[in-house]
């Protein structure tokens, strides 16, 4: 394994020399991905100094309100995805249909990405945090990002918290690392993470219990009350599934009358964390369903997610399936 403070380029090739075959594009579509998170990151610890906070007044695919950093953090993505090479198409959160690359018509991978999810915190100095979900190219076309989730060659989050980390896996393990600002490098802080067996919170917004259309997740909830767990959640994905991934417990968005097949988007958001989650010994589960068996019919499909424990979601299925 290696060892505490192996800078991320260093573990890359580590990791890229275990494979006799890889001809190092896996690698060098990571390092561009540590890059425009760096460059993303520089700018969110300006935000509140320089005009780049608040709203553009445009609305997303999503019908939801663009704001500044959300469109920059875009853009930053979209320019290193694209001059690496590496990538034959990328599709965002912010963008109604996927770019098809001529920089990268011989690239080997495909990348969905939610360049700065939970920017409703943006203003509010609150986590916020970057998803990406890399399958290989297959046929050239849209079809690709329909892959389905344990097909991803690697997934991954950077959250910009208390202290920058980038969690990331290959599916052979999650390993996390903490970027050191006075070198600008990330550094192995958090390597092979598991997750517990059993956690002592809960995550959810109950703020939409009385629309929950899971009969037994009302009871669920209220079981882990009587159980002595406490609530934690921040409305930011990234920074909820992290907490979750580290200290255990249960993670959801479960689907309600509003969002009938819940607020979170399949291929950018349920399904890099359903990988990660699961490389460290988690589950993932849209309540029917592995998340990660799902064959995505839209680029935007949203599913319900529960992902967290071994222990509490199989509770939550006892109570929801
Ligand atoms: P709610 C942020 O807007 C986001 O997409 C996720 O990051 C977060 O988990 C969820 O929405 C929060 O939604 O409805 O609880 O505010």
Redesign the pocket.
């Known amino acids: 394994m290696a060892q505490i403070g192996t800078d991320l380029n260093r573990f890359i090739l580590e990791e890229e020399r275990k494979y006799p075959q890889a001809t190092g594009s896996l690698s060098l579509a990571l390092t561009a991905i540590e890059t425009a998170t760096k460059i993303i990151g520089s700018h969110i610890r300006q935000a509140g100094l320089v005009d780049i906070l608040g709203k553009t007044g445009k609305l997303n695919v999503q019908g939801e309100e663009v704001q500044k950093l959300d469109e920059l953090a875009n853009e930053i993505m979209i320019e290193h995805l694209l001059d690496s090479g590496e990538f034959f198409a990328l599709s965002s959160e912010e963008m109604e249909e996927p770019i098809f690359s001529e920089k990268g018509k011989n690239g080997k991978y495909i990348i969905s990405f939610d360049p700065l999810?939970?920017?409703?915190n943006i203003d509010v100095n609150v986590s916020i945090g970057t998803i990406f979900s890399i399958h290989k190219k297959v046929t050239g076309t849209i079809e690709d990002f329909f892959q389905e989730g344990y097909k991803q060659v690697a997934a991954g989050y950077i959250v910009y918290g208390s202290s920058t980390m980038l969690v990331y896996s290959t599916g052979k393990g999650v390993n996390g690392f903490t970027l050191d600002p006075s070198v600008g490098m990330f550094l192995l802080s958090h390597p092979n993470m598991k997750m517990p067996e059993k956690g002592k919170i809960y995550s959810i917004?109950e703020a939409n219990a009385k629309k929950w259309i899971d009969d037994g997740l009302v009871d669920f909830v209220e079981s882990l009350k009587e159980k002595g767990y406490t609530s934690r959640y921040i409305?930011?994905?990234?920074a909820?599934v992290h907490r979750t991934l580290i200290k255990g417990g249960i993670f959801a968005?479960p689907a309600d009358k509003k969002n009938t097949n819940g607020?979170?988007r399949l291929l950018y958001?349920a399904s890099p964390m359903a990988f990660l989650i699961t490389q460290a010994g988690g589950l993932a589960t849209t309540g029917k369903e592995e998340i990660l068996n799902i064959k995505a019919k839209s680029i935007h499909q949203r599913v319900p997610v529960f992902l967290g424990s071994k222990t509490e979601i199989q509770e939550l299925l006892s109570y929801i399936a």
């Open positions: 999810d939970g920017s409703s917004n409305g930011s994905m990234v909820d968005y607020k979170l958001e």
